[in-house]
């Protein structure tokens, strides 16, 4: 590479270093979260000017595929296309295989660790393979985070344990069968956002643990991941005293130059988690982030608040000696080797689709959602759920809008409609349903009368602040019990809200727990409740 360049091939050079947003979609029209996708103007300049990944997030698999080729064909270079694809690429693409979330591995890895390590691998291969045929060159997991925090508002059940023997064993396992497939994984969020009680997309946690805590618990699923040989390392937006009292982990220079790089000696890509992200955001503009993250020593740069100011800030840095060519030129090193690692998508559109979901990832698919069931499935045996003429089928959702998992013919809507359940869905974000009565903390006379299926699709997200364990579904339970009201009980999502709720339960009550909260989670754990298939649902059991 020559030594002197002009200041566009620089901005060339830097740029190929961020990674923007954009819609899985195909119209501006249909951006899901319009403040973080990009136009399809102004993601077509970025890439044309060198900008080198973008991530997408929602549409069907056969929009990827178009979505993805055409961002290739904006782009004079190889491009990084990323998605938080964790659960599967159906989690965040319909048509796909949207599998269990990873918790429901961790915990059966407690019972039966050899065919835990197996499924974690065929995950990481569906995952790869369908990722690869749709475009997608770069998968962001596996989440390597220890969830030894019940309260943790936005891991919960993304990482695959609780321990970080398990957490380990079951990461690495998902990178070899991903990586297997000819794309990138990436292992998140270092060095551990497990044992956190916020979260970093609203504020800037604080982990106050020591360097021998961290070396105990947050760091061995990291070091399994890198023996692994896992291609990238996602940082956290985490403050950690014991390290750096200063900066959070994205932008410390002991983080990732001494404890990653030499450390642990992981000479992959760094990329930084998103740094709109207002753990980021709140203290420091787009240019200033994306300077301080760099120097610290992340490689690509994700979801800077502002592309150009962030190309702007690292050019007038290299060109100002605080970033070295030497070191600039790592990181572009980085990118090359990482992208010669990949394997190309098939030539044709049709091609990828035909085929796309294997029989036997149905048939994995169909497996973790049954173990997880049956592992946290009570011993006694349970009632059915009564058939009723006016009962109520009382849904919880973290938000009714962009609700993937509550499509029209989900099971949790059609099948108790068919036993005589009327829905009424509670928005987690509306006061509406709470009585302001702490013994009582349901409004009844909102509801209609009858018998009452409760589910709740509770679980750690980013942006929700809470896993579901702040709020007084102990009460309600209680509340619907006293008033001979309760039917059944279905919890999709976290393990700690049915713990906390199974033991309240008495014996003739049909209820049941599922990690997934995907349909196909929906019908089986129905299915254990007495509901069969309704006549419009649509195969979610195949």
């Given amino acids: 590479m020559p030594t002197e360049l002009s200041r566009s091939d620089l901005r060339r050079q830097v740029a190929s270093l961020l ?40 549409g069907s698999a056969a929009e990827l595929r178009l979505r993805t080729d055409a961002l290739q064909s904006w782009a004079p270079q190889p491009l990084l296309i990323c998605a938080d694809v964790e659960e599967g690429v159906g989690q965040r693409f319909e048509g796909t295989s949207w599998l269990v979330p990873p918790l429901a591995l961790g915990r059966l890895h407690g019972q039966d660790p050899d065919r835990a390590v ?71 969020h270092f060095p551990g956002h497990g044992d956190t009680s916020s979260d970093s997309h609203l504020e800037l946690p604080v982990l106050p643990h020591s360097r021998e805590r961290l070396e105990a618990v947050e ?31 994205t932008l410390s220079a002991p983080v990732l130059n001494q404890l990653l790089r030499r450390h642990l000696g992981f ?30 020593g ?22 100002a000696g605080l970033i070295s060519r030497q070191r600039l030129n790592q990181s572009l090193e980085r990118r090359q080797r990482a992208l010669a690692s990949t394997q190309s998508a098939p030539a044709s559109a049709q091609e990828a689709l035909d085929g796309l979901v294997s029989t036997e990832e149905q048939q994995l698919a169909r497996e973790l959602v049954v173990l997880s069931l049956e592992h946290q499935r009570q011993p006694e045996p349970r009632g059915a759920l009564p058939t009723s ?85 102990p009460a309600v339970v209680q ?26 339960l008495p014996a003739e009550i049909p209820a049941g727990y599922s990690p997934g909260q ?7 754990l129905l299915e254990q409740l007495g509901l069969e298939a309704a006549a419009l649902e649509g195969g979610f059991t195949d």
Avoid at 38 to 45: E, F, I, K, M
Avoid at 277 to 296: C, N, Q
């Fill in 389 to 473: 003429a006016s009962g109520v089928n009382l849904i919880r959702l973290d938000t009714q809008l962009n609700c993937p998992q509550l499509p029209a013919m989900a099971p949790a809507l059609l099948r108790p409609a068919a036993a005589g359940y009327e829905t009424c869905l509670i928005d987690g974000r509306s006061p509406s349903p709470w009585s302001g009565d702490a013994l009582a903390p349901l409004a009844l006379h909102r509801l209609p009368q009858g018998p009452v299926l409760l589910q709740l699709f509770v679980r750690g997200n980013p942006f929700r602040g809470s896993a579901g364990g702040d709020e007084p579904w």
């Fill in 518 to 524: 995907m349909p196909l989670a929906q019908a089986l």
């Fill in 118 to 188: 197996q499924l974690a691998r065929q995950y990481g291969q569906c995952t790869g393979r369908q990722a690869r045929r749709l475009g997608l060159n770069w998968v962001l997991g596996p989440v390597c985070d220890v969830n030894n925090n019940p309260a943790n508002p936005v891991i919960n059940v993304r990482a695959w344990g609780e321990d970080p023997a398990c957490a380990g064993a079951l990461a690495a396992a998902f990178v070899q069968g991903c990586q297997a497939e000819g794309v990138l994984a990436c292992a998140k």
């Fill in 19 to 58: 990674v923007v947003r954009g819609s899985g979609h195909w119209s501006d029209s249909q951006r899901r979260y319009p403040r973080w996708e990009l136009t399809n103007a102004h993601l077509q300049r970025l890439l044309t000017d060198g900008v080198g990944g973008v991530i997408l997030l929602g």
């Fill in 267 to 296: 000479n992959g890509l760094v990329v930084t988690d998103a740094l709109v992200m207002e753990a980021i955001s709140r203290h420091h503009g787009p240019a200033d982030a994306a300077v301080l993250a760099f120097t610290a």
């Fill in 479 to 504: 509340q619907l019990l006293a008033a001979g009201r309760l039917a059944g009980l279905a919890v999709y999502g976290s393990p700690y809200v049915w713990q906390q709720l199974q033991p309240l």
């Fill in 219 to 249: 760091l061995p699923p990291f070091r399994q991941a890198i023996a692994a040989g896992v291609a990238s390392v996602m940082t956290a937006h985490l403050q950690l005293p014991a390290l750096d009292t200063e900066q959070p982990a």
């Fill in 298 to 319: 992340a490689d690509l740069i994700l979801m800077p608040a502002d592309a150009d100011a962030a190309i702007d800030g690292l050019v007038a840095a290299v060109e």
